[in-house]
Nanobody, 116 residues
Framework: QVQLVESGGGLVQAGGSLRLSCTASGNIFVLNAVDWYRQAPGEQRQLVAKITTRNTTNYADSVKGRFTISKGNAKNTVDLQMNSLKPEDTGVYYC??????????WGQGTHVTVSS
């Protein structure tokens, strides 16, 4: 089992920045990658960014150049630095841990609201 806890959400004005953190515990050695997903109100959950155990990263086109995913300084954490935030970035952000290329574990989510 793997447990994921997100933190760092909040309210920010457009153009501002937030940093989200995902802390993993449990049997983390089985994981292949950690993802950040976003679910906007009334929409499906979408992949925002991914980082693999080899530090390969991928981003959704809508966040390229503004968001950066990285392994955090704290042990077993993955951070999502979000800059130049837009109102359309509003949503619940979920951390997910992959096994064999698919999300197997999810965090509880953290709310991000970007005001215009």
């Amino acid at each position: 089992q793997v447990q994921l806890v997100e933190s760092g959400g909040g309210l920010v004005q457009a153009g501002g920045s937030l940093r989200l953190s995902c802390t993993a515990s449990g049997n983390i050695f089985v994981l292949n990658a950690v993802d950040w997903y976003r679910q906007a109100p009334g929409e499906q959950r979408q992949l925002v960014a991914k980082i693999t155990t080899r530090n390969t990263t991928n981003y959704a086109d809508s966040v390229k150049g503004r968001f950066t995913i990285s392994k955090g300084n704290a042990k077993n954490t993955v951070d999502l630095q979000m800059n130049s935030l837009k109102p359309e970035d509003t949503g619940v952000y979920y951390c997910a841990a992959e096994i064999l290329g698919r999300p197997a574990y999810w965090g509880q989510g953290t709310h991000v609201t970007v005001s215009s």
